[in-house]
């Protein structure tokens, strides 16, 4: 227990009130910024850097760093102020003076820059605290895999107001505390005010029963009382659950007309309100300016985390050589070669059954030789296993039990999945996938687009992917999902036709460096490529899977996942009209786009006659096709029955492409 006698509170005064000037400063040189809180969260961080992070700015890749998130990203001046005041190279006062501009490393909100000391993307409320949730996963996995001589840290996030109001934080909570995720430490900045005003106009609830309900250890202190919240985080670093520090705060702090109001959370305070601000305290110097003295206190921080790295490091070349040799391939990533000979071998297998197969059946048989041959991939499903059949025989349970599983159970949270999904990404060491049916992408789509915008690898198995899933009826069939997740920039949308697609779009997924959804089929669907089995055509991301004769077509007929199979049929009974039908299978629209114009050319054939079917909505397909005419698809919600009567109902059938065919043909 820390007493009066212990903490130099001038010293942490000076250090605190100068994340507070340069956060100050900064917001009213961009003449836009979020005050309120660096002014409210600098005490807790001053403490949080200063005695507990492990961090070595001159090393930010550092694996056993401790991790630190700032949930609440519209207080990101307090973030870049503390990485300029340990002395992250590119994080420069330059930097701070050009923040919310053009090409600074300054944005708005602060996005994924280990370089800098930014852990993650954050903004989005919320958001930070299930990345928070996987990092604390990743680490307690490593941790029980390679001890705690090389891997033994914590994750700190700060969380305000607004992040524990968004759903994402139930969800995020309930995991971590299921999970016993002890390692992390959650300050929550409880200055119960939000944008319109206190938080009493919108919400009454107990946070820390809330918290303690769902597991975790809470404590309640003053968040500008050094000797509490140094004494919380110590006793949160002992305890055996996550936990939650909620400190109360004073949102604006030192602004003696804005403190504790909603005026201070999102505009500059104003030049007159700035100085007196300052003045009150006690901060004589100019703008931008951090005395000698007060920049010392601060560079100790960084000599203490130079030096705890560099210890760190003997620890890890004194490791025996297997141990380290193992550690260090965990980290790499590199797929062992020995997965694609197996893939190879079940792809022969595949081609050589005539057997029918749901493509979900088919990604099961590939997770089930992945599970084997990589070590570092750890999958799970939000309560969906056995329908999405993401877990083979041979994965273990991820629990607070058996840290060493690599399956976890994500129960029915979609949102935090994914959100953990990517802290687990962004800690490194391991490669994430996890199921859903493609319908619930809505509930994580916040999440699968930070994770886009971060361009980490994650793979999401989406199954039930079109109104061929059936009686459970249009509730669960998706529509839209498939354009609006094609609209987001950087992540991959594939749609595998058959089981060799299936495997050879896993493979593609996994040599992405931005996430990828795979969309699988509920139904079964019957082989419809099983020839050249030795090349993955699916990483081209379209290609001709069938054709009547060679650069000689009537007609093309652009097709993905279960609808090949349709087109294929058309093709067979149109090559009896005497045309020439070159059937393509589109698995990929986004890999497709990166190809040269002559190999999308050549793939897609004269414009006007090329038609296009999908069991999904039209939009965005007039980017291939002339226009909505010349698309099957959806044009409504589906319905509930059996699959084969669904897609007779809206017109997905071979007759129907067939006929739209012969007309595009006769124009
Ligand atoms: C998901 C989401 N919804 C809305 C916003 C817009 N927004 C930014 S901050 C904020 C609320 C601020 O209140 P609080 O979280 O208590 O932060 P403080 O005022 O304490 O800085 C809102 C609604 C957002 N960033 N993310």
């Known amino acids: ?4 006698n212990n903490l130099n509170i001038k010293e942490l005064k000076l250090m605190s009130n100068a994340i507070r000037a340069l956060s100050m400063d900064a917001i009213e040189k961009a003449n836009s910024g979020h005050p309120g809180m660096p002014l409210g969260m600098a005490d807790v961080s001053t403490i949080l850097f200063k005695y507990f992070l492990k961090f070595n700015p001159q090393n930010p890749n550092w694996v056993d760093r401790d991790r630190f998130v700032l949930s609440a990203g519209h207080g990101s001046m307090l973030l870049y102020s503390i990485l300029h005041l340990v002395k992250y190279k ?5 930097q701070l003076k050009k923040f919310r501009q053009l090409n600074s490393k300054t944005p708005g909100h602060p996005e994924l820059n280990l370089e800098c000391g930014v852990e993650t993307t954050t903004g989005p409320l919320g958001q930070g605290l299930s990345n928070s949730v996987g990092m604390a996963i990743a680490e307690q996995h490593l941790n029980s895999k390679f001890g705690k001589s090389l891997v033994n840290h914590y994750t700190y996030a700060i969380v305000s107001d607004g992040c524990l109001m968004e759903g994402i934080s139930q969800e995020s909570i309930s995991l971590a505390g299921h999970l016993n995720l002890k390692k992390l430490i959650i300050l929550f900045d409880s200055n119960k005010v939000s944008i319109d005003g206190p938080i009493s106009l919108s919400t009454s609830e107990n946070h820390l029963e809330r918290f303690k309900a769902c597991n975790w250890d809470v404590q309640e202190i003053n968040g500008h009382n ?26 604006g702090y030192g602004s003696p007309n804005k403190q504790g109001k909603n005026l201070s959370h999102g505009a500059p305070l104003g030049k007159d309100e700035l100085k007196k601000t300052k003045k009150k305290l006690g901060w004589n110097y100019p703008d931008f300016f951090v005395p000698k003295n007060v920049l010392k206190l601060w560079e100790k921080i960084t000599l203490k985390g130079i030096k705890e790295n560099k210890k760190w490091n003997n620890i890890l070349k004194n490791t025996n050589t297997k141990k380290r040799k193992s550690f ?11 997965t694609f000979l197996k893939l190879k071998k079940l792809k022969m297998e595949f081609g050589n059954s005539k057997e029918e197969m749901a493509t979900r059946k088919a990604s099961n048989s590939v997770i089930e030789v992945l599970a084997k041959n990589i070590p570092f991939l750890i999958g799970g499903a939000a309560d969906l296993t056995e329908s999405n059949l993401t877990k083979s025989d041979n994965q273990k349970v991820f629990n607070k039990k058996n840290s060493k599983g690599t399956y976890i159970y994500f129960g029915i949270r979609e949102h935090a999945m994914v959100g953990a999904m990517t802290g687990m990404a962004l800690h490194g060491g391991i490669i994430p996938y996890g199921g859903s049916f493609l319908i619930f992408t809505d509930y ?14 994650v793979i999401y198995i989406m199954t039930h992917d079109s109104i061929g ?7 669960h069939q998706p529509i839209e999902q498939l354009a609006g997740l094609r609209s987001i920039p950087n992540l991959n949308v594939l749609r595998p036709a058959d089981a060799i697609e299936t ?5 593609t997924a996994l040599n992405q460096n931005s996430p990828s959804v795979i969309s699988l089929t509920r139904q079964n669907v019957p082989i419809v490529r099983n020839r050249n089995l030795n090349t993955n055509f699916s990483k081209e991301g379209a290609y001709i899977i069938s054709e009547t004769k060679k650069n000689k077509r009537d007609i093309t007929i652009l097709a993905t996942g279960s609808e090949v199979s349709i087109a294929l049929e058309a093709k067979n009974i149109l090559e009896k009209k005497s045309l020439n039908v070159t059937v393509v299978s589109m698995p990929c ?7 040269k114009n002559n190999y999308k050319n050549k793939i897609l054939g004269p414009i006007n006659n090329r038609i296009a079917i999908e069991a999904a909505s039209k939009f965005g397909w007039t980017k291939y096709i002339k226009n909505d005419d010349y698309i099957l698809g959806m044009n409504d919600f589906g319905s509930s029955a059996p699959h084969n009567i669904l897609y007779n109902k809206f017109g997905l059938n071979s007759k129907e492409l067939v006929k739209l065919a012969l007309k595009v043909c006769k124009k």
Do not use: V
């Not at 495997?503 to 493979?507: A, D, I, N, Q, R």
């Open 1 to 4: 227990m820390i007493t009066k």
């Open 503 to 507: 495997l050879e779009c896993w493979e």
């Open 226 to 251: 050094f000797y509490q919240i140094y004494n919380a985080i110590k006793k949160a670093k002992k305890s055996n659950k996550p936990s939650l520090i909620s400190c109360n705060t004073l949102i």
């Open 328 to 338: 260090l391939y965990q980290l790499k990533l590199n797929i062992p070669n020995n």
């Open 589 to 595: 629209w986004e890999i497709f786009e990166k190809k």
């Open 469 to 475: 899933l059936g009686e459970d009826g249009p509730t």
């Open 90 to 94: 590119k994080m420069t006062l330059d």
């Open 444 to 457: 994580c789509k916040p999440s699968i687009r930070l994770a886009s915008f971060m361009k980490i690898k």
